[in-house]
């Protein structure tokens, strides 16, 4: 049976798959998975500048509820 990640790379590059993830960075879960992917992939993809700064932003709301 093929793992997850063998199906992805089957349908989608890798990258390819990360930048559609990031088509909609208001939703945070797709941005972690692309950060994920990206992780497990060892490939880096150049994040825009706003993705950057909404990481950023929800970097800094986690470390204040701590």
């Keep these: 049976m093929e793992t ?3 199906y992805f790379r089957r349908k989608l590059t ?3 798959l990360i930048t559609r993830l990031r ?3 208001n939703l945070r879960v797709r941005r ?3 950060a994920r992917l990206e ?3 060892g490939i880096s993809v150049p ?3 706003f993705i950057e ?3 950023d932003l929800a970097d800094e709301r986690r ?3 701590q």
């Design 39 to 41: 992780e497990l992939t």
């Design 23 to 25: 088509d909609r960075p």
């Design 14 to 16: 890798d990258e390819e």
């Design 63 to 65: 470390n204040r509820g």
């Design 32 to 34: 972690e998975a692309a």
């Design 47 to 49: 994040k825009p500048p």
């Design 53 to 55: 700064r909404l990481d």
């Design 4 to 6: 997850p990640a063998e």
